[in-house]
């Protein structure tokens, strides 16, 4: 059985930046986001965003969608079926460094 | 509202230019909660429908109940303005909150279709000379009491409406089924028990709508308004 720092190690580090930890939890609960609803919900500007959408994609864990609404171009982000695994390990593990670090004993000092 | 942070970022990762926050535990859950709840929260057009039961009460105290075309009439008109209005305010949300399309769910019927059909139920059941209490205020408190129960502790105040539509149910209840006098399309005694019901319907509307407004703009700040494009 891992240690709770091997777990901590093997946490997938695309999804553990907080930013992107934001953006695949908000994806993680529907289908499809917007842009704008994803600025809203992280809180980061239109540069970070789109930053961290890019390193998303390239590691497969979403994909983005252009196209228009009312003659207005729109960007529609949704994760993929391996984002979604990959999110559920992601919580799984952490949930197991959580619960592990409990059993944790302070060392004493001599 | 949503607690100390129980987690942090243990490699410290930040990204250069800063902003950054670290997401606990409990940011997760508010991040799922608005996205999941996002078409619900969009409050204002449950308000306006809830206004627009007020106003229609205040009208109808204008037209005697026998005028059953300019009853119609005047739904007619009132279902237009809240179809013209209720589009504006989808353009609204669109135009500061952005846009999602949620997942396959178990389907919950949101409040102003459950008091549309609890009004159609009740207008049947009264032309039917049938009494009893008014569905639509028993269907609103069924599916506030669902709100309040899957949505602990965020949309609690939804237990207002459950008390007032039980509130209403009493009310409603007590008028007895008569039998309309010639002339009349409803007996004044029963439509008066089920606009006073309507009242307390219209008002819990307005309310919660206002409400769950609110609680989708404290938890969904506003940073960019307008384009959902990406650059």
Known sequence: MPTPFESLASLNRLIHEPARLAIVTALSACDKADFLFLLNVTGLTKGNLSSHLSKLEQGGLVEIEKRFERRLPVTYVRLTPQGREGLKQYWKRLDGVRRGAKTLKPLRST | ?231
């Open chain 2, 1 to 231: 509202l949503y607690g100390k942070p129980v987690c942090v970022d243990p490699f410290g990762e930040q990204l250069a230019d800063g902003g950054e926050a670290d997401v606990t535990f409990d940011d997760a859950r508010r991040i799922r909660f608005v996205t999941k709840r996002f078409h619900e929260l969009q409050g204002h057009r449950t308000a306006l429908f809830g206004g627009a039961i007020l106003a229609g009460i205040t009208l109808i105290h204008e037209v005697p109940l026998s005028d059953s075309g300019r009853l119609a009439q005047a739904v007619a008109f009132g279902l237009l303005v809240y179809g013209g209005a209720a589009e504006s305010i989808n353009r609204h949300y669109q135009s500061r909150f952005g846009n999602l399309r949620g997942r396959r769910s178990f389907p919950v019927p949101d409040p102003i279709t459950v008091v549309m059909l609890g009004f159609a139920l009740d207008l049947s059941l009264t032309l039917g000379g049938r009494g009893g209490p008014s569905v639509a205020a028993e269907l609103l408190g069924v599916s506030a009491l669902w709100i309040v129960v899957r949505d602990w502790p965020w949309r609690s105040y939804h237990l207002g409406t459950v008390v007032a539509c039980v509130a209403a149910i009493a009310a409603s209840a007590a008028a007895p089924a008569v039998a309309p006098a010639a002339g009349d399309v409803i007996d004044p005694q029963r439509a008066n028990a089920l606009l006073n019901a309507y009242f307390v319907v219209g008002m819990s509307l307005l309310v919660t709508g206002l409400v769950d407004h609110r609680l989708l703009a404290t938890t969904l700040p506003c940073m960019e308004e307008g384009h959902a494009d990406a650059i």
